[in-house]
């Protein structure tokens, strides 16, 4: 599954509109974003992420 760093991450919403299965998710009050377990890890996040702050955990 992919990760999304929070200290690399610029919330600009690219993997966000990127993810084909809704698995980008904001954490409220937070100033970063999340893949939860809907995640089919296709890697569109990661290609779509302009800083580097999506990685695969593998």
Known sequence: MH???PE?????GACQSACPN???VHPAGEN???I???CIDCGACED???FNA???DE
Do not use: L, M, R, V
């Not at 690399?8 to 600009?12: K, R």
């Open 3 to 5: 990760k999304i760093d």
């Open 8 to 12: 690399e991450c610029q919330f600009c």
């Open 22 to 24: 809704d698995a980008i």
């Open 32 to 34: 970063y974003y999340e």
């Open 36 to 38: 939860n377990e809907n």
């Open 48 to 50: 779509e992420c302009g």
């Open 54 to 56: 999506i990685s695969s």
